[in-house]
């Protein structure tokens, strides 16, 4: 019971702080080489617990980023939602890849991710599509294997199943 509410607080608190690192405001000129905290945070959740994390997750973190950011209401939800959904496809499989292969197949989620995002804001405004737009999912895969270790860490330190 103890060891159950622990895994869900520990699960909310990463989350949260994710949701806090991606809502964080930074200079126009920053923005690009921000990594997808919240879109990391969900895959890590949905690979090491997918009974507990899904797409239910990355729709009610999208809705929060989308209300934080001032974004159309749905937008970074069908996006969370999509990553979830592909998360939870290949969980069985990214699990028995080594750190390098996951971080690339994590360059891979969030590259599709940022891919949606960016047709979906050219379709509500004018938006320029460039390939710069793929920089925070590199970011990202570069993050993996040190942000995978350091919540592997935690989680056993604080017997976190």
């Keep these: ?28 000129a920053w923005l690009i080489w921000r990594p997808d905290w919240l879109g990391l945070m969900l895959i890590y959740w949905c690979l090491v617990a997918p009974r507990r994390v899904g797409v239910f997750h990355g729709f009610v973190l999208g809705l929060l980023i989308d209300l934080v950011e001032g974004a159309p209401l749905g937008q970074n939800a069908l996006v ?8 939870l496809l290949l969980y069985s499989r990214m699990r028995a890849y080594a750190l390098i292969q996951q971080a690339v197949l994590v360059f891979v989620l969030l590259g599709i991710a940022q891919l949606v995002e960016q047709w979906l804001r050219t379709i509500f405004g004018p938006f320029a ?9 590199l970011i990202g895969a570069v993050l993996w294997p040190w942000l995978f270790t350091l919540l592997q860490m935690l989680r056993r330190r604080l017997g976190v199943s």
């Design 129 to 137: 599509i460039n390939l710069a737009f793929l920089l925070p999912a």
């Design 1 to 28: 019971m103890i060891g159950s509410l622990r895994s869900l607080l520990m699960t909310w608190v990463t989350l949260g702080l994710a949701l806090c690192l991606q809502a964080m405001p930074l200079p126009d």
């Design 80 to 87: 969370l939602s999509l990553l979830a959904y592909l998360s």
